[in-house]
């Protein structure tokens, strides 16, 4: 039987927002302060999500995790906090302002020393990254027309059992009638990964739309 989902309203998210767990201090500042970016402060991580990512880091036991697109660092303080002991986190930023913002918000948080932050094209990073499956955890949130082919770099390096979280699948509702050049990237993505037998997925409703891929073991 069919149950009409709860329609979200700003209020609704606003309260999901609330009761987001972990947001000390250190995060509390971030949002402030990137919320104090204007237009620039839409690229930022919702809190509920980046508390998701990183129980989902936890729960993968993830030791090596990458992240594509870390904007001012509120989603890979999360993420780097959920890794194992001694694990690490690589972070893909195109703009070197936004990576200097990232690592002190990173030092801030006390995790500074198990990232590392590789300014520049995020393709060019993970191409250069080993061929075996060594990523335990991923978390794609960059420009949205390269989707494809940062997947498709993700995937062949995805740990047995390794987890991929795709953020904006929704493309803010344009993913049902998709005309710009990046939803219409999104929308392939989408329906490419149901048909990649590398793997298992769902698609969530959180925020502006979150996938989550297994990499199935075998």
């Known amino acids: 039987m069919s149950v009409e989902p709860t329609p979200i309203d700003p209020e609704l998210a606003r309260y999901i927002q609330d009761h987001a767990g972990g947001r000390d201090e250190v995060l509390r500042r971030v949002e402030a302060e990137t919320a104090a970016m204007g237009d620039f402060a839409r690229m930022q991580t919702a809190p509920e999500q980046a508390a998701f990512l990183e129980m989902l880091t936890r729960l993968a036991g993830a030791r090596f995790a990458v992240e594509v697109g870390t904007f001012t660092g509120y989603g890979a303080i999360r993420i780097a906090r959920g890794l194992t002991e001694g694990g690490t986190l690589l972070c893909c930023e195109l703009d070197p302002e936004h990576a200097a913002t990232a690592r002190a918000n990173l030092d801030a948080a006390g995790v500074g020393e198990q990232v590392e932050i590789a300014v520049g094209p ?19 949130d960059a420009d949205k027309t390269g989707y494809p082919d940062y997947y498709e770099e993700l995937v062949t390096r995805l740990s047995p059992g390794g987890l991929l979280a795709i953020d904006n699948v929704f493309m803010a509702g344009e993913i049902l009638s998709p005309e ?39």
């Open 122 to 140: 995020a393709i060019e990073t993970l191409r250069a990254l080993p061929q075996d499956p060594q990523i335990d955890f991923a978390y794609l």
């Open 180 to 218: 710009r050049e990046g939803t219409i990237a999104m929308a392939r993505l989408n329906d490419l990964i149901l048909e990649d037998g590398r793997v298992e997925s769902v698609m969530l409703g959180m925020a502006d739309g979150l996938t989550l891929v297994r990499r199935i073991p075998g």
